[in-house]
């Protein structure tokens, strides 16, 4: 059994493509299947399974897509409600891939019908296994288990307690575990753990969810710790359940000089993929800054903060456009146009805001400017600079008439939300300071914080 991992750093999930040398089994494929299909031919099998560990709500799968087009078959819970042709799986089926042998362990607490399947070798006796757990156990912690209801949140996180114990005792302590979830996701909760590779054993002595004898304790612990997740959520599921089509990952022709215009008038929602501070320094006024950069915070965010089903135009060099349309695809956002080059709209007015570190905040903040920190309520009540006031990222465009009629000094943990921010109410005419700068360089450089 080899098990090759397809890594999506954008929304902190992976994929498997789990083969015998032969045939292969992919689990929780993400939209764009060309990196799957890739991974196949590189390992020279041919893909004969697909199957989901639940129906997500942090991506749209390419699983439905993967399996017509190579003929496979599809599993997903025989429980979830769905429009499309699959082959149901259920709680304690066996089932065979080529050499591979596959254990369907129904484990509820992510979703109610969540799977997680554990696959054995079967070319010698007491082959290796390996467990792939989706939203299920994660490296360090579990998935979270409040994005059905709020009414279903706590009894979903006492099943989560007793799943994982069950999954635990499906397979051999030596068996490595392959989450879906947990390298970045909103669909982690809980203290996850950064390492790349874990088993069972591993997880049986350090994972809270295993080594808390109280239940209890443990489900009082996870809600706890429950903090916001992306709006775009609310949409995954879904759409996963009604079943997508293939993504189309193409960069459309530019968008013309007088087309931009027009939609920086009429207001609709124009994205510059630039550095922040190069946004800041000048942009087409009305556009706003979601730094593409690595892509990590991209997609969650732009998801999250811009409202859904509204066109969208992104601007900005051709290889970041093409990365973004790949990953706004992945949860939904589909054929976005686009405007490619440095001179996008010569005719339409410029604008800019100033921006600086947190020596610039304490040298030239005056008493009547408000520093606004947009991070998350959590965040902020561990610690913030004294007097500051808190909307997170997420909330701004509902509450910017909020804020007084005065100089904005905005920040985050990064300087990435507080560039989105700081774009937002640019956008809406406010005097606004960008502080690019980390918090946790706030005390040492003479910044009041507290508590």
Known sequence: MDVVVIETPQLGDRSYLVHDG????????????????AAASEAGVRITHVAETHLHNDYVTGGLVLAEKHGADYWVNASDEVSFARVPVSDGQVL????????VVATPGHTHTHLSYVVRDDTHD???????????????????????SPHDTAAL??????????????????????????????????????????????????????????????????????TAYPAYYA?????????????????PDSVDAEELTRRLDAGEWVVDLRHRVAFADSHLKGSVSFEYGKGENFTSYLGWVIPWNQSLTLLG????VEKAIRDLARI?????????????APGHPQASYAHGDWAALLSKRTEQDVVL????????????????????????????????????????????????AASLLDRAGREVVLVNARFRDAAGAGIETMP
């Open 22 to 37: 032969s045939v292969a089994l992919v689990i929780d494929a993400q939209r764009d299947i060309d990196r799957v299909e």
């Open 332 to 344: 939904g956002i589909d054929t976005p146009d686009a405007a490619v080059g440095p001179q996008l």
């Open 157 to 226: 996180a006492h099943d989560q307690y007793s799943s994982v114990r069950r999954l635990v005792g499906s397979a051999p302590p030596e068996a490595a575990l392959y989450p879906t979830h947990g390298f970045g996701s909103f669909c982690s909760i809980g203290p996850a753990s950064q390492q790349d590779t874990s088993t069972i054993a591993e997880q049986a002595e350090f994972n809270h969810a295993l080594t808390d004898p109280s239940e209890d304790h443990f489900v009082a612990q996870l809600l706890a710790n429950i």
């Open 96 to 103: 065979r891939v080529g050499q591979l042998v596959v254990t």
């Open 235 to 251: 949409h995954m599921s879904p759409l996963n359940a009604a079943g997508v089509g293939t993504a189309d990952l193409a960069v």
């Open 317 to 320: 060099p051709m290889g970041e």
């Open 126 to 148: 007491a082959g290796p296994e390996a467990v792939f757990s989706g939203g299920s156990l994660l490296y360090g912690s579990v998935g979270r288990t409040d994005l059905v």
């Open 373 to 420: 920190d947009v991070r998350r309520p959590d965040e902020f009540e561990a610690s913030h600079v004294r007097g500051a006031r808190n909307i997170p990222v997420y909330e701004l465009l509902g509450r910017i008439t909020e804020l007084p009629d005065q100089r904005i000094w905005v920040h985050c943990a990064t300087g990435y939300r507080a560039s989105v």
